[in-house]
Nanobody
Framework: QVQLVESGGGSVQPGGSLRLSCEVS???????IGWFRQGPGKEREAVAA????????FYADSVKGRFTIPQDNAGNTQYLQMSSLRPEDTAMYYC?????????????????WGQGTQVTVSS
């Protein structure tokens, strides 16, 4: 059974940092993983993705230069390092396994999803 469990969310002040974790079990090693978020009253949006087999990462324009997916991770846990956080980054963050041949930012590319971890950025 495939499971994804996110952790690492919390409340931080603007300018702060958090590292989110996505622990994957029951699926192929080195799966492509995407990170999405959904803020209050907003649609789910793509944040970043990593294709370990290709050594590639992708980022939404809104997080480029602030969020990073480490590429040197060899285990079954992927991370999203977030820095210079802003109030507009407040959202529930989800990780998912990419399963279909669509753009990395398309939620329909992903089949398995975690339950999410809440990130709140406020002063």
């Amino acid at each position: 059974q495939v499971q994804l469990v996110e952790s690492g969310g919390g409340s931080v002040q603007p300018g702060g940092s958090l590292r989110l974790s996505c622990e994957v079990s029951g699926y192929m090693y080195r799966s492509s993983i995407g990170w999405f978020r959904q803020g209050p009253g907003k649609e789910r949006e793509a944040v970043a993705a990593i294709y370990p087999a290709a050594g590639a990462t992708f980022y939404a324009d809104s997080v480029k230069g602030r969020f990073t997916i480490p590429q040197d991770n060899a285990g079954n846990t992927q991370y999203l390092q977030m820095s210079s956080l802003r109030p507009e980054d407040t959202a529930m963050y989800y990780c998912a396994i990419k399963r279909y041949d669509r753009n990395w930012s398309d939620p329909k590319s992903y089949r398995y999803w975690g339950q999410g971890t809440q990130v709140t950025v406020s002063s």
